[in-house]
Each structure stands twice: as C-alpha cells, then as structure tokens.
C-alpha cells in the first residue's frame, strides 16, 4: 500500500521542487494515471529507457503537442519517413561540419557575450540573462544565416513557442500566442527560404535547402517547420544546459578547479548536469498497443508521460543520484552524447537529440572561454540559485562575481 499521496505535477510544491515528488512516483506510484494532463506518469529508470527504445511507444502525441505551432517536424515522424528526413538533417549538426563550419560561428556568439559582460565594468553579472539565455539562439540565428539584428524577435517566437510546448494545464492565453507565432515565423520565413534557394549560401538554411537523399528534398515547409522547432529544441534546452554546469561547478569548488586545470573535463560536467538537472525533464509518447511497464500495463491508445527527471535520479541506475559528480563511474562520458548514453536527457533510440553534439560543442566554448574571461568567477555571496519550469526546467539567474 502506498504510504504518501500521489504527487500532482502540476502543483506549486511540484513547480518548486519536483526531486522529493519523482522519488514518491518511483518508489510507490512507477505508474500513475494524471488526470489534469490525460497522461500515465512514468517515472522509473528502466521504464522511461523501454518508451524511448521500443517502437511500441510511438511519437504520435507530437501531432497534437507541437504540429498546432511549428507544421509537421522530424520528432513526429515514424520509420522510414523518419528516417530520411533525419539522414538529410544530422549531417549539418555533426563531424566536420560542425567543427570547421559552425565552431567559428559558436566561438564568436560567445565572444560577443563575454564583451558585454566585461564592458559593464563591474565585475558581477547573472549568467543567465547576460549569457545563456542569449547564446545558443545567437548561436541558431547565425548558422542559419538570419539577420541577428532580428535576434528580439527570434528571442520572443522562442519563448512562445516553449510556452506553448510547456502549457500542461492548456492556459488558453499561452495556447493562443503560441498559434500567433506560427503564423508570423511562417510570414517571415518562407521568403527567406525561398530567397536561399535561388542563391545559396554556406549558411545551415542553404545546406538543408539543397540536401538531398534517394530523390527527397525538404520542402519550403518543411524547412520552415524545422526551425521553428530548432528555436525551442536547440534554444532553451541549451540555455538551461549551459547556466546548469555553470552553476554545479560554481557550487561544487574542487570540481571548478579540476575542470579549470583540464579542460577536457568540461563534457563529463555538463553529461552529469543533464543526469541530475534535465533541461526537457518530461518527453510523451503514445502507446499503440497495451504494454506492461514495471507498474502495471498502459492501455493501447493511451498518452504516457516520461518524467526524465526522475528516471536520471533512479538509485537502481545511479548511485548516490541527488549527488553532482562530475567523475562518477557509472555515467560514461565518452557515449553521454550518442544514442548509447547512460543518461535520458537527450531521450534514446531513433528520436535521440540530433543537436547533442551541438550542444556539447556549444557548452564546452562557453564554459572555457568564461572562464578565461572572467578570473575569481564566483557565486555572489548568499545568492543560491533556484531552478524553475515544469516542462523545461532550469536556472531563471545565475548571480555571480569576478575580479573585473
Ligand atoms: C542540452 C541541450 C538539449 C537537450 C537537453 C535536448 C533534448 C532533446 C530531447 C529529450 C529530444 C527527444 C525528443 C523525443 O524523443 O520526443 C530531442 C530531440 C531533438 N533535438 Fe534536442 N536537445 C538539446 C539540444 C538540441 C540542439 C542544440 C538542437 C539543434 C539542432 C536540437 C535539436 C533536436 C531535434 C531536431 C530533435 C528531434 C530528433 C528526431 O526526432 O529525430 N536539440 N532533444
């Protein structure tokens, strides 16, 4: 018999902590029916890592989650479907590409930050408004070759958009500006594309304009869908990923020190980061036929709802899980950004996050080049920082000091 009640994750005690609720799902709820949401909660480590390996559990759920806002995307597509359109994508986000094309685009976004922050003069600063919350859109804006005096903009469809991905209670205020955007990211965006079809560039918009498998190309709108989904996928995920290893490093000093010696030590941070503080902490999936999970069988046709952020907390599958060790053995670094990761936060199998490696990428300059630039970097004193969202889940400031 259970002994606690069970958790509403649409709750204010949920929103300001969700760690103590996951435990509750795990131990005595691994598989919940919520009302508020239509979903089943799924919360245990090796039933979350079976909804994302097994076709069983489809991506079907997109269709209502995110089609409204961004059109038909890759996320929702099934087998060989899928499969192109992910052989036509993941090159661009990936080996040389990524390093001899798109490295210089993240270098300089990053740059141009730390400028900012160093002009101000006074030697403090919150990360998350002067930083992260700015980079990795940046970042997107300039590889696809948009015009970054635009960047207000982009910054607002984001946000509205992840608004809308987040809107577990259907706030209908939320729903209705996520609708808006579509239409006005569609308004400003199919020109474009069909400007860099007829004169091509070396921008990202170009290379997916002109990539081609067995005859298929990406159509104006399916390009357009896709970056409006890159601008929630690859925007505030890596925003809260990059204010996240910032601030377990900062509150864990041997650790910040480690990674300052050895630089290398930057993707083992940030793997661990996304195991103990996932920025997507929950990813749905539907069920086309009954299956039985560790805590019962979900019903065929039924949403179920993957609470990432309890799954990485599994003691069953991480030992000590509440702790940040950027070391810890049973993490692998070396395959924390493949689909073969010990960790759920870029989720498994064939939907795996395409931008992982850009991410990392993305992650490793920032933290090395703050670092560089902003000696003594500290937490300012008394200031702990606190984490927000349901959805998306990460930092809203990050306050710190350095000798200027
Ligand atoms: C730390 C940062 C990131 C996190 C935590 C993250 C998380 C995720 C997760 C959980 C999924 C799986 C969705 C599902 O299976 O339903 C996913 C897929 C995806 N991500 Fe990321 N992501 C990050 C960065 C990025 C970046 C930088 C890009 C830019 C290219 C990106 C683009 C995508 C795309 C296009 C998909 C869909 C892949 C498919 O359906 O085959 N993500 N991401």
Redesign the pocket.
């Known amino acids: 018999m259970p002994q606690s009640a069970p958790p509403d994750i649409l709750s204010e005690a949920f929103a300001a902590d969700p760690y103590p609720a996951y435990r509750v799902l795990r131990e005595e709820y691994p598989l919940l029916w919520h009302e508020a949401t239509g979903s089943y909660l799924v919360s245990r480590y090796e039933d979350v890592q079976r909804a ?1 390996r097994e076709p069983v559990f489809t ?1 079907e759920n ?1 269709v209502w989650q995110l089609e409204p806002v961004h059109g038909r995307t ?2 929702q ?1 099934s087998g060989r479907e ?1 499969a192109v359109r ?1 052989a036509l ?1 993941a090159p661009a ?1 990936r080996g040389r590409t990524l390093e001899e094309k798109f490295l210089p685009v993240i270098e300089r976004n990053a740059g141009e930050l730390i400028e900012g922050i160093l002009r101000t003069g006074s030697g403090t600063a919150d990360l998350v408004d002067a930083f992260a919350t700015r980079f ?1 859109i940046n970042v ?1 804006v300039d590889m696809l070759g948009l015009d970054k005096a635009d960047h207000p903009r982009f910054h607002a469809w984001y946000t509205a958009i992840v608004g809308f991905f987040s809107n577990l209670s259907q706030d209908p205020e939320v729903a209705a500006a996520g609708l808006r955007t579509r239409d006005e990211l569609a308004a400003y965006m199919i020109p474009v594309i069909r400007e860099r079809r007829a004169a091509p560039g070396d921008d990202l918009l170009s290379v997916l304009c002109e990539a081609e498998i067995d005859g298929t190309r990406m159509s104006d709108e399916e390009i357009k869908a ?1 970056v409006s ?2 601008f929630a ?2 925007g505030e ?2 925003d ?2 990059v204010s996240g290893v910032l601030r377990h490093l900062l509150e864990h000093p041997a650790q910040l020190a480690a990674v300052r010696e050895d630089r290398t030590l930057i993707g083992p941070a940030l793997a661990e980061t ?1 195991r103990r503080t ?3 902490q929950m ?1 749905m999936r539907e069920a086309a036929a009954d299956v039985t999970l560790s805590g019962g069988t979900v019903p065929a046709g039924s949403t179920v709802n993957c609470l ?1 952020g309890a799954a990485n907390r599994d003691p069953e599958r991480f030992t000590d899980p509440d702790v940040f060790d950027l070391h810890r053995p049973d993490l692998t670094a070396s395959s924390a950004f493949s689909a073969a990761a010990d960790h759920l ?3 498994l199998g ?7 490696l ?2 990392k990428a ?1 992650v490793e300059t920032a933290v090395s080049m703050l670092l560089d630039a902003l000696p003594g970097l500290a937490l300012q004193d008394g200031r702990t920082p606190r984490e927000e969202g349901v959805f998306v889940r990460g930092l809203n400031t990050l306050p710190v000091r350095f000798t200027p």
Do not use: D, M
């Open positions: 994302f991506t997109y890759i996320v597509l899928h992910r994508l986000f990795p997107i896709f989904l890159l996928a690859g995920t890596t809260k990923a996304l996932p920025p997507v990813i990432i936060a870029f989720a064939r939907h795996f996050c395409v931008g992982a850009l991410a993305e």
